[in-house]
């Protein structure tokens, strides 16, 4: 351990990601960043090769950055998994999505262990960042590792450390994010923390062991998806009953305590707040556990956009409409402001809910130039204009994008659905109305 650890401080260690994603390419960056030789593993040819070129495909990277330290030969990007020899640390952050049956998907960080093996040595610390459920470091991930014929926490170290990446916070980023470490054994603990004290500008939370650290990445977003669960619902009771709920909770956020403002919105996007509690959920079947408010609250949110369509419906009817053949012009496609994400993004959903309906749906959005989602590919048209706005029947916000010019669309809309409040600063509210 002391041997690994002193090559960390004295930063002659190699450091390795796997998987350079929205998660991983930040990461490895970091690593660089901070002086370490790394080195990017990823199975898609078209992202190594751009890694290599210095051309960044991830928002939260900074392009001067990436395009630095590759051509300061501190980053390269391979297919080549035998390079995993040339590593003393490897961070595992690949996809863990959901199947069809709604159960985890650990396929990728199951690979990524089996590619990793042949090429294992001594001294060696691997980390896993992909959010999944608790137990999968020690029940998956440790039996494959020690296939090696190497003793983990003897001969290497294995921890589990969950992401903590935000798409467009302009605040808080990988580096300056706290990170929780939890590894098999102390010593296990001991090395990961020891990494990430080196690349990062932040706290290192140790706790006793990686289910800890599995449990504590899904407590955080389980506790998102229960509260926005809380408010969606709200918000069906406040529409019945003529309440703004909008206007509710920026009433109980002027409490300064024991109150933390969510708030409701057309479903969930990205990948993790509408994924994990699925994970736990799963696991706690295992014990003949039910999680009945974790569950509640994930009904809810999944139906989220199956209620805008509804109310969409409501809105035309009252214009003596139908949606059928009307036309629908959407609003943002991304799954959170200012962002080019769209994975598991609720304004898609609600688009397809509307197509079922037989609406001529179109969208926009500045950040999201086209998406392909189950195979369907959308193209957004190319600018909000007076025509684009005036012929549609309805428009529909879903994404609050701060770059959207909200008095233009209030002005020459018939009637807009603002599921997001994003019009809240719109002196003309006559033709809005809010989720």
């Given at each position: 351990m002391q041997k690994l650890k002193k090559k960390l401080l004295d930063k002659t260690a190699t450091l390795g990601v796997v998987g350079l994603g929205y998660v991983g390419l930040p990461l490895a960056v970091e690593k660089a960043k901070a002086g370490y030789k790394t080195i990017g593993f990823d199975v898609q040819e078209d992202k190594v090769k751009m890694v290599?070129?210095?051309?960044?495909?991830?928002?939260?990277?900074?392009?001067?950055?990436?395009?630095?330290i590759v051509n300061s030969g501190l980053l390269i990007a391979t297919t080549d998994f035998s390079k995993v020899a040339n590593a003393d640390c490897i961070c595992i952050c690949v996809p863990t999505p959901l199947d069809e049956h709604q159960q985890p998907d650990i396929s990728y960080v199951k690979a990524s262990a089996e590619s990793i093996v042949p090429y294992m040595h001594k001294d060696m610390l691997i980390v896993l960042e992909s959010?999944?459920?608790p137990g999968t470091t020690e029940e998956l991930l440790k039996p494959i590792l020690e296939s090696s014929g190497l003793?983990?926490?003897?001969?290497?170290?294995?921890a589990f450390s969950p992401e903590r990446v935000d798409p467009g916070n302009l605040i808080y980023k990988t580096k300056n994010?706290?990170?929780v470490v939890g590894g098999i054994t102390p010593e296990c603990t001991d090395v990961a923390a020891t990494m990430y004290e080196?690349?990062?500008e932040a706290p290192i939370h140790k706790?006793?062991?990686?289910?800890v650290a599995e449990m504590e990445k899904i407590l955080e977003n389980t506790y998102r998806n229960v509260n926005i669960g809380l408010v969606n619902e709200l918000s069906m009771l406040c529409n019945k009953m003529g309440i703004n709920l909008w206007e509710v909770i920026d009433a109980a956020k002027s409490k300064p305590y024991g109150f933390q403002a969510f708030y409701p919105g057309p479903g969930l996007g990205g990948h993790c707040i509408p994924l994990d509690p699925y994970y736990l959920s799963w696991k706690a079947r295992e014990y003949g556990f039910h999680t009945s408010m974790i569950e509640s609250s994930m009904m809810i949110n999944d139906k989220m956009p199956e209620y805008c369509t509804e109310r969409a419906s409501h809105i035309l009817n009252r214009f003596e409409k139908s949606l059928n053949k009307s036309k629908i012009l959407v609003i943002g496609v991304a799954y959170?402001?200012?962002?080019?994400?769209?994975?598991?993004s609720p304004a898609i959903r609600v688009i397809e809910e509307l197509e079922k309906t037989g609406a001529n749906v179109e969208y926009f959005d500045s950040w999201v130039s086209e998406c392909n989602v189950k195979g369907i590919e959308r193209k957004s048209i190319p600018e909000l204009t007076k025509e684009s706005l005036s012929n549609s029947d309805l428009v529909i916000i879903t994404t609050s994008h701060t770059n959207v010019d909200y008095e233009?669309?209030?002005?020459?809309?018939?009637v807009v659905f603002d599921t997001k409040n994003a019009m809240k600063d719109v002196k003309d509210k006559s033709n809005i109305e809010l989720l």
């Open positions: 290599n070129l210095g051309n960044n495909y991830i928002g939260d990277v900074v392009n001067e950055d990436l395009e630095a959010t999944t459920y003793k983990c926490g003897v001969d290497f170290y294995l994010t706290p990170k080196a690349i990062l706790v006793s062991t990686p289910a959170k402001q200012d962002i080019s994400d769209y994975r598991e233009f669309i209030q002005k020459y809309s018939k």
